[in-house]
């Protein structure tokens, strides 16, 4: 994992960010736990743009299943909840 405390950013400033990023995302650490996660805007671009990939995925899926007839109604929120919960057990 590449990480730097949060010490150093404080005394060093950004530049101790920019070289960490060389290597990839960088996890700053604070009270000895990772708290946050900085990345290039480019990286960044990259993640959102995979996670509205998934989420088309997902929403074709949703209509293939729906065109084939494969859905379920239930009568309100509380139904439809207690049928995913039947499931998870």
Not at 65 to 79: F, H, K, P, Q
Request: glycine share 4%; no cysteine.
């Amino acid at each position: 994992m590449n990480s730097i405390p949060a010490q150093d950013i404080k005394r060093r400033g950004i530049s101790a960010v920019d070289e960490a990023l060389r290597e990839g995302p960088v996890h700053v650490i604070k009270n000895n736990r990772p708290s946050y996660v900085v990345l290039t805007e480019a990286a960044y671009a990259e993640l959102l743009e995979s996670s509205h990939d998934a989420a088309r995925a997902r929403l074709r899926e949703s209509l293939n299943d729906l065109e084939a007839g494969r859905t379920s109604r239930y009568e309100n929120a509380d139904d439809l909840m207690a049928a995913l919960d039947a499931e998870e057990s």
